[in-house]
């Protein structure tokens, strides 16, 4: 906190920092378990795949509902070893998102199909099942519908999709772990479910991890063997693998944080349910909760005409805001192979516009989140 002299002299005003993220805050709160479970992992000296990735991998598949975990070395790897688990690839065609991280359209292209992009949902962000409807082909190999900020997608209606049995379904679970849709967790709602542990996520690693989940054995079984170079037995190779296992030292550290992650989830519900009340009755939208859906609030983002100046308002009073995603994937540079162009997914282009992500994490305090609602509450009475 710090006080800044006004335009009027004489006159002060009070500036609390607000960061985006604050990781050394949780190291802080974790530290004295953190350390004993690293210092073990490098006692016992596995360091890849050994006990405590089996562990972590049978938590995680429990907590998501699915039988089988299979530890990877980031989300990205996960999503794009899942598309090699349903074996596709050139000549296939595989539908997702514009309005997410690249990385389920950047795993589509690895494995060598093409990417077929569908519009959002105006209230939740996420890929719009009935616009996925309309892009099936019979090249139509697999959807991956992301569950964006923290939520499901409306998934009664991906399940209810007439698409023929050879279509599936890669979840994008790399922001909603622990997020419930009608009960059920989601990884285990579809064919295989994708989680990312880059630091920043709800369950976060010190470095990068990911993992599938999925109760078929069909496809645990090759997903085993995809990550270690395409072997089943030592220095025999049936399948064009790669390098993609978890660590022990990121597999303890997550098996600690695990032990929060419900307790953090409701935490973030409840720094989401006070921006919520504190700025109801503003020219914003707020985020919707899906019918159905339990939030667990990866992101809390708001949308408003006046994005970018309310962005730097926020800046000269210490909090700051990251935009995700500022441009569609449709429209990025990398992607203009696919011929599009501005106007092609306008839900995922207006959401671009104007999307604004607040500072949202379980150490954030409640006077900091009165402090952000109070700026923004300032900056619409200014500007309104
Ligand atoms: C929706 C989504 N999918 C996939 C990923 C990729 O995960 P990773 O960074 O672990 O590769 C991320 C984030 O990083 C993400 O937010």
Not at 207 to 212: E, F, I, N, S, T
Not at 215 to 233: A, F, P, Q, T, W
Not at 331 to 339: C, I, N, P, S, W
Request: proline content about 5%; charged content about 20%; glycine content about 10%.
């Amino acid at each position: 906190m710090r006080r800044v002299e006004t335009e009027v002299p004489g006159q002060f005003q009070v500036i609390v920092n607000v960061p985006f993220l604050n990781l050394a805050a949780q190291y802080a709160s974790l530290k004295d378990e953190l350390l004993p479970a690293v210092e073990q992992a490098l006692e016992a000296a596995h360091y890849i795949l050994g006990p405590n990735v089996r562990e972590l991998e049978a938590a995680v598949a429990g907590l998501s509902g699915a039988c089988h975990g299979v530890g990877v070395n980031s989300g990205s790897d996960a999503l794009m070893l899942a598309l090699r688990a349903l074996d596709i690839g050139a000549g296939d065609e595989v539908i997702t998102t514009p309005f997410t991280y690249i990385a389920p359209a950047e795993a589509i292209h690895q494995v060598g199909a093409r990417i077929v992009f569908a519009d959002i949902d105006p209230r939740l962000f996420t890929l719009d099942p009935e616009r996925v409807a309309a892009k099936l082909s019979p090249r139509t190999r697999a959807i991956v519908p992301v569950h964006l900020f923290g939520q499901a997608v409306r998934w009664d209606e991906f399940e209810g999709l007439a698409r023929p049995g050879r279509v599936g379904i890669v979840e994008d679970c790399a922001q909603a772990i622990g997020a419930t849709y009608r009960g059920r967790p989601v990884g285990g709602l579809g064919d295989l479910g994708c989680f990312s542990f880059y630091p920043t996520k709800n369950l976060g690693a010190s470095g990068d991890g990911g993992m599938v989940v999925t109760s078929d054995e069909g496809y645990e079984k090759r997903l085993r063997m995809l990550r270690v170079h395409g072997i089943e037995r030592r220095y025999y190779h049936d399948l064009h693998g790669y390098n993609s296992r978890l660590d022990e030292l990121q597999a303890a550290i997550l098996r600690v944080k695990l032990r929060h992650l419900e307790a953090w989830n409701v935490r973030r519900a409840a720094i989401a349910a006070r921006y919520s009340n504190g700025l109801s009755g503003l020219p914003i939208q707020l985020p919707a909760v899906g019918e159905g859906n339990t939030h667990v609030y990866h992101v809390y983002a708001i949308l408003t005409d006046q994005r970018d100046a309310l962005q730097a308002f926020l800046a000269e009073r210490g909090v700051s805001t990251i935009i995700y995603y500022p441009l569609p994937l449709h429209l990025q540079k990398v992607y203009a192979e696919l011929g599009h162009r501005a106007g092609d997914f306008p839900v995922a282009e207006a959401v671009a516009a104007r999307i604004l992500p607040l500072p949202i994490y379980p150490e954030l305090t409640e006077a900091q989140v009165d402090y952000v609602i109070g700026c923004i509450r300032e900056f619409s009475v200014a500007f309104g």
